[in-house]
């Protein structure tokens, strides 16, 4: 048997994800162990679950950091490494609205909780990064934190839409409403911006005339617990390449855009 990778995962929620990869990982279906799992809820069901299997765990309340650091200034309590400038070039601030003032501190308290997460993190090394409902957007702070060479990104997340389309939080429930005949779930490195990375596999299913958003999701979440682990073992099998693609179009327009090539 090949040896493990470490898998560390951050989560939000019940940590259903969570469980279909620790299942896959004690009976031997993916070379990967997780050996630590975070949340930014302290209530998160999914720390409960790990706990249960011996799995470290720790929280970083987002929620209580940015609060604790409201009326203070943020420059004496950003990290040293953080520059404002390069994450404003690399990320679009997450709103309408173009205000300088409100995308600095934004930027600024995220960080702050970010560098938080990155030094409970380092007590437990990792190869790979999963996100499985982990409810926050990284900024590139953390990003190049993890992701050391540009060329071998390990940060993964899941999304419950067949991307591009219907990024964002629901979906399953965009897909519902936009009144789609197939739906599915997607596996992606994360890039800068939200739901945008490079796609690593999919899995998609049937929409039903009698199907509601309820069925759909179950639809769903049952094949995010088989696509997960097997995204997984493809990185572990060191068989996932991100490649830069050009494409002219007919007008001579080019489209670049980073794919992943998966080795026989």
Known sequence: MAQ???VAILLSGGGTNLQAIMDASRSNRIDARVVSVGSDNPEAYGLKRAREHGIPTFVVDYQTI?????????????PEDFDLETVLA???FPSATSDRIKAERYFCTRAIAEAALLREMAAYPFDLLVLAGFMRILTPYFIDHVNTDPSQPRIMN????????????DGYGDTYRYGCKVGGCTIHFVDYE?????IIGQKSFEIAPDDTIDTIREKGIKLEWQLYPECIQ????GRLRVVS????????????????????
């Open 66 to 78: 940015i609060k604790g650091i409201r009326g203070r200034s943020l420059k004496d309590l950003v």
């Open 90 to 92: 690399r990320q679009t």
């Open 194 to 198: 939200e739901d945008t990375g490079p």
């Open 4 to 6: 493990k990778i470490r």
């Open 158 to 169: 899941i999304h419950p839409a067949l991307l591009p389309s219907f990024p964002g939080v």
């Open 234 to 237: 493809l990185f572990a099998e």
């Open 245 to 264: 693609k050009t494409y002219r179009l007919e007008d001579g327009t080019e489209f670049n855009r980073k794919v992943v090539e998966i080795a026989a």
